[in-house]
């Protein structure tokens, strides 16, 4: 079982950045599909991005195309995910969730219910 820790999230203006990390830990292989979810109060969760810790194949949802990056760095024998947030919206106020599942090729899926082992959330709000 992968043990995912979150952190990175805060309060920021429309139109500013913030950088989420998930730091992982407990993962056997080197390949894994890891994505970033999100959920705000009375919506659905939904898949952000995610990509393969293999190859670094990349998926994002249309709503952050353009604005979120998605990447990881597995130096020094840690695995850490990250999501660089620009051009916030109002709309992207959530709690974020990374997420991780081993991973025997093919595209990564942006649908939670694919994925086995969760972090437990960052808050990420942005203000008008």
């Known amino acids: 079982q992968v043990h995912l820790v979150e952190s990175g999230g805060g309060s920021v203006q429309a139109g500013g950045s913030l950088r989420l990390s998930c730091a992982a830990s407990?993962?056997?292989?080197?390949?894994?599909?890891m994505g970033w979810f999100r959920q705000a109060p009375g919506k659905e969760r939904e898949g952000v991005a995610a990509?393969?810790?293999?190859?670094?194949?990349?998926?994002?949802a249309d709503s952050v195309k353009g604005r979120f990056t998605i990447s990881r760095d597995d130096a020094k024998n840690t695995l850490t995910l990250y999501l660089q947030m620009n051009s916030l919206k109002p709309d992207d106020t959530a709690t974020y969730y990374c997420?991780?599942?081993?991973?025997?090729?093919?595209?990564?899926?942006?649908?939670?219910?694919?994925?086995?082992?969760w972090g437990q959330g960052t808050q990420v709000t942005v203000s008008s």
């Open positions: 997420a991780a599942q081993q991973w025997s090729g093919g595209a990564c899926s942006l649908d939670g219910r694919w994925y086995d082992d």
């Open positions: 407990g993962y056997s292989t080197n390949r894994y599909c």
């Open positions: 990509i393969s810790t293999d190859v670094g194949d990349t998926f994002y």
